[in-house]
């Protein structure tokens, strides 16, 4: 077992399949003295998907102005408008539950800081649920999104 292995289990039967594999894989390294570390939760959103709502929050940012003129205000302002209209969601409730609370706090100057959830907390579901939302506020707005394939430099990966 040189290399780490990742598996994405969608049934129960994969499961078992998956951990008698690794109990054959790790028996040998154990009983050799090793020391062997296995991970298992759920899946978290992939990369593609945080540039993709960093790309149409800093669109709506760049487009919309006002309160979310600034790209860290915006960021903050439209994570806690989409956890407002989706947390009571049935198929989002337990996703937020697992990234916890948004609240105020005072920050050390006087500052009112918001506390709590975090894009970078959300898993895949919420992740996409996020991106879909984003789409429909930048149209609320007049937003005028570029097309995906342009905004993410193919020879770099970064967003453009």
Do not use: C
């Not at 077992?1 to 990742?6: D, F, L, T, V, W």
């Not at 948004?102 to 996409?128: C, I, N, P, T, Y």
């Amino acid at each position: 077992m040189s290399e780490r292995r990742e598996a994405i289990l969608r049934e129960p039967q994969q499961a078992k399949q998956a951990l008698d594999w690794l109990y054959a894989q790790a028996k040998p390294w154990l009983i050799a003295g090793h020391e062997l570390v296995v991970t298992l939760g759920p899946k978290k959103q992939e990369r593609r998907h945080v540039k993709h709502y960093h790309s149409l929050m800093n669109q709506i940012a760049d487009q919309v102005g006002g309160d979310l003129a600034d790209r860290d205000d915006a960021k903050r302002i439209l994570i806690s408008a989409f956890r407002m209209d989706t947390k009571d969601d049935e198929g989002l409730r337990k996703e937020w539950e697992a990234v916890g609370d948004l609240r105020m706090g005072r920050g050390l100057r006087g500052e009112v800081v918001l506390l709590g959830a975090q894009s970078r907390d959300f898993k895949a579901k919420l992740a996409r649920a996020f991106i879909a939302w984003l789409y429909a506020v930048g149209a609320e707005h007049g937003v005028v999104f570029k097309a995906w394939d342009e905004v993410v430099d193919p020879e770099t990966g970064e967003i453009t």
